[in-house]
Every structure is written in structure tokens, then in C-alpha cells.
């Protein structure tokens, strides 16, 4: 990753000072950086502060002489580019493909290979303008990567959404994006906790925070891949650089599944989510049985709740996929079992699903934040991965699904 070539396009923002800020840190790593400025970068931050910050001459003028096929050689050189500060002008205008400056032409010019990352940078209400979201969507679709703005006091003074990303984050960014894992996968993770109602406020559900199905969306978008992270509406939110959905009850996560991957190709699903093996059937109120209502049950009328299982949403997760030879990681949580017991119900879980890998913890042995001692199994029986935290896992389970061996602080 050091010592990448890196080509930085400025727009006309006052958030310019903070691209060169993340210049500096880019160049300070090692990286060979090459400025863009379009005509309206150049009222916020002069050509000599970015030749000073890089060392090299900034590029300006699509049709400067002897400069005609610059947009051309500079994106064959360039391992990545960023755009930062983005304008709602620069969206709208790489959406519908203008290429009349230099910036333009760039990017219609862009090796779809390479990484592409757009920082954007404007007042909230620009944001939010039907036109930029659409702008943004359709990017996204061409494969742009963005560097989602902050929330906070903008330079016009207005509050929201809309703040340039900060310069450490943008440098982040860009390295991830130019992490090249073995393989690039894509990947679908589910997390969080269902809920099931009970009547129209109070709700069955379980303790899971999502953390660890959060923490392995970062981990993976962090290496280079393409995340989906499909999280429950309580649980912890999708990092940046990943698609988040949402849902809430056993069948609003099954529907999701049921649209998602059979029209979307993944490499794998993390299935990490933890999904409520009863809901409610019926409650039952002075002996009369009552059907789910949206209303709220008396405080004091003391119901009785019959339950219904619910399927393993695991079970179906090849069945349903695009891409038959999907990956499937289901996980499996015990509380109390000797090691026989454990082994069991790992054996029984990849019979029944016929996943890839099978992640093992105990309820017992938690402790602290990040501390998740836990085990990656293999269907073959072999030997398996052990981690001690959310990170060792995420870590070990893009090493698995790459097809690469343990780190050694991982080998049992």
C-alpha cells in the first residue's frame, strides 16, 4: 500500500483547506500524490500550496499546451483517485457524464479497475436535494466509493449533514481502497437481534448489541471489499464504506434475505445476526386468546404469551443465493455445555445448514468491550481458528473466506 500513486482532485469548497491537510498526511506516508484543481478549487487553495504540499506542478486546464491527453496518462498512473471536496456541481455533473474540464474528463477517463473515492462537501439542504441523492445513488452504482460527510456546523453556519469527512478519515479511506486483499469479495453480513411484537409496544427480543456483525463489516470494508451489512434497527450501524438495510422482526429479516440474494451475487453471507428462535402465536388475556394487535395490551391484565418456533433462516441462506457456491459463516452461542456438548451442536449446525464455517463462543467466558473469545470451525473437523476478540475474529474470517492460512496469534 505505500508508496501508491495517488491522483487528488480538488473542487470549489471552502472544506479545500482539509484536502490538503489529508494530502499531507497522504504524502507524509509515502505516497506520490498529483493534484487536480478545477477553476473554483483555485479561489479556495492556491496552485503553489499544492505544488508546495506535493511537489509536483497542478494540473488546471484540460486543454493546456502540451497537456491534451493528461486526463488520459494521469488516471493510467494513478493506482486511486480522489475527488475531495466534492460539490453537489462535481455529483450532478460526473452523473450525467460532462466532460468539458479537466476534472470531467477524468473521471469518464477512469480505469473502473481502480478505486475511485468521492469526498462530498456542501450545505445540508444541498445534500439532501432529490438531485444529489440521485446523483449519489447512480455513482455508487458505476462503483464509486464515497466518504460519507459528517453531521455538524457547516461554513454557512446551518446544521446537518454535509460537513467534508475529516482529513484523517479521508486518509483511511483512500489506504483501505488501496488494500489489495488476495481476492476482493463481496459480502453480505447479518447482525443485531429480531424483535418480535407482542402488541404494538412491547416486543420479544434478546440482548445482542450487533457489534460483532458491525465490526466484521469494517474489518472487511476496511480490506478492500464490498460490504452489505444487514443490521437490526438497535443494533450497532453499518461503518462507512458499507451498504446498510435494516430490519426488525424474524419476518422482516427473512423478507429481506428473500429479496436480497436472490438478486444480488455474493462470495459470502456472514449470518452473525442473533434471530429469535420463538415469536409470539398468541396472547392470551382472562383465558381468551387474542391475535397479534397493534394496540396496547392493559398494564394489568397479565397475559399469557403462546410461542411458535421459528426456522433457521441459516438453513436457507445457499438455497436462496444467486451464486450457488456462496460461503456460508453461521454462528453458534452456548451457554453451560462441557466441551461434548459444544462439539455437538457445532456438528449438528453444519449437517443441518451445510456451512462453510461454523463460529463458536460461549456465553460464559465474555468479558469486556472488544473481548469475544471465540472459535472458527472447519466441516472437516480439523483444527479450529481461536480468537480472542472482535477484531482477531473479523481478521481471521476475511483470512478463511480469502482461502488463506491462520495468523499466528489465531492457530490453536
Known amino acids: 500500500m505505500s508508496g501508491s500513486n495517488i491522483a487528488f482532485v480538488l473542487t470549489g469548497s471552502i472544506a479545500g483547506y482539509k484536502a490538503c491537510d489529508a494530502i499531507s498526511r497522504l504524502v507524509q506516508q509515502g505516497h506520490r500524490v498529483r493534484t487536480v484543481a478545477t477553476a473554483s478549487a483555485l479561489r479556495f487553495v492556491g496552485a503553489a500550496t ?11 486546464d484540460l486543454f493546456e499546451p502540451g497537456a491534451a491527453l493528461e486526463h488520459i496518462n494521469l488516471t493510467r498512473w494513478a493506482d486511486a483517485v480522489v475527488v475531495c471536496p466534492a460539490t453537489a456541481n462535481t455529483l450532478n455533473r460526473f452523473a450525467a457524464g460532462l466532460a468539458d474540464d479537466l476534472a470531467g474528463a477524468l473521471f469518464l477517463a477512469h480505469d473502473p479497475s481502480k478505486p475511485l473515492l468521492v469526498a462530498p462537501a456542501m450545505n445540508p439542504a444541498m445534500w439532501r436535494h432529490p438531485a444529489t441523492q440521485e446523483a449519489v445513488e447512480k455513482l455508487a452504482r458505476w462503483g464509486v466509493r464515497f466518504v460519507w460527510p459528517g453531521e455538524g456546523r457547516t461554513a ?28 476482493r469479495l463481496r459480502v453480505l453480513v447479518t447482525s443485531g437481534g429480531t424483535a418480535e411484537p407482542i402488541d404494538g409496544v412491547r416486543v420479544l427480543t434478546n440482548a445482542s448489541t450487533g457489534r460483532t456483525g458491525a465490526g466484521i463489516a469494517d474489518r472487511l470494508a476496511r480490506g478492500g471489499h464490498e460490504v452489505v451489512l444487514l443490521r437490526s434497527r438497535e443494533s450497532a450501524p453499518a461503518p462507512r464504506g458499507c451498504r446498510e438495510e435494516v430490519f426488525s422482526s424474524f419476518a422482516e429479516l427473512d423478507a429481506a434475505l428473500a429479496r436480497i440474494l436472490p438478486q444480488e451475487h455474493f462470495d459470502a453471507v456472514i449470518h452473525a445476526a442473533a434471530v ?31 410461542l411458535e418456533p421459528r426456522p433457521k433462516l441459516v438453513d436457507s441462506l445457499r ?14 452461542l452456548t451457554a453451560g455445555e462441557d466441551r461434548q456438548g459444544v462439539d455437538r451442536a457445532i456438528a449438528s449446525l453444519f449437517a443441518r445448514s451445510g456451512a462453510d464455517l461454523v463460529v463458536h463462543n460461549s456465553l460464559g467466558e465474555r468479558a469486556g468491550a472488544d473481548a469475544f473469545p471465540s472459535e472458527i470451525h472447519f466441516p472437516d ?32
Open 319 to 332: 438455497e436462496r443465493s444467486l451464486n450457488h457456491s456462496i460461503q456460508v459463516v453461521a454462528f453458534k
Open 381 to 412: 473437523g480439523g483444527p479450529p481458528r481461536r480468537c480472542a476478540t472482535r477484531s482477531e475474529l473479523a481478521a481471521e474470517l476475511e483470512r478463511a473466506l480469502a482461502g488463506l492460512p491462520a495468523a499466528e496469534t489465531a492457530l490453536a
Open 50 to 60: 499544492l505544488e508546495g504540499l506535493t511537489g509536483e506542478r497542478v494540473l488546471t
Open 276 to 306: 429469535g428462535d420463538f415469536g409470539v402465536g398468541e396472547v392470551i388475556v382472562d383465558g381468551i386468546a387474542r391475535p397479534l394487535a397493534t394496540g396496547k395490551l392493559a398494564s394489568d391484565s397479565a397475559p399469557l404469551l403462546r
Open 156 to 183: 454557512c453556519g446551518e446544521e446537518g449533514e454535509g460537513r467534508l469527512a475529516e482529513p484523517g478519515e479521508i486518509v483511511a479511506a483512500t489506504e483501505a481502497a488501496l488494500a489489495r486483499p488476495a481476492r
